[in-house]
């Protein structure tokens, strides 16, 4: 299985900055997994926010170009991802999930795993 613990999460003013965490472990994990960090608003569909590809390639929503940085630690059998987070806005208020997805460690097959999500609320 995939298992992925988010962390960071808070209340924040205008302004300021977060970083969230998402440690991926587990017995089907491929560290060459593609990551990623989705949030999802009350009322709201889920979006994408940023990705990280096993190549290092990133892409970013329009609306946090500039303010989020996507980053990757990968070691042995695990990684954990980063969403630095700066100048944040109320808009960006949401829970923000984490995602990897790949194929399996044993190569049968592939895995799209969600973490628990962590709330972000920013005040104006």
Not at 4 to 25: F, H, K, N, T
Not at 67 to 95: G, W
Not at 109 to 117: E, L, M, P, R
Request: hydrophobic fraction near 30%; proline fraction near 2%; aromatic fraction near 8%.
């Amino acid at each position: 299985q995939v298992r992925l613990v988010e962390s960071g999460g808070g209340l924040v003013q205008a302004g300021g900055s977060l970083r969230l965490s998402c440690a991926a472990s587990g017995r089907s994990f491929n560290i060459n997994a593609d990551m990623a960090w989705y949030r999802q608003a009350p009322g709201k569909q889920r979006e994408l926010v940023a990705n990280i590809g096993s190549g290092g390639s990133t892409n970013y929503v329009d609306s946090v170009k500039g303010r989020f940085t996507i980053s990757i630690s990968r070691e042995n059998t695990k990684s954990t991802v980063y969403l630095q987070m700066n100048n944040l806005k109320p808009e960006d208020t949401a829970v923000y999930y984490c995602n990897a997805r790949g194929r399996r460690s044993s190569g049968l097959g592939n895995f799209d795993s969600w973490g628990q999500g962590t709330q972000v609320t920013v005040s104006s």
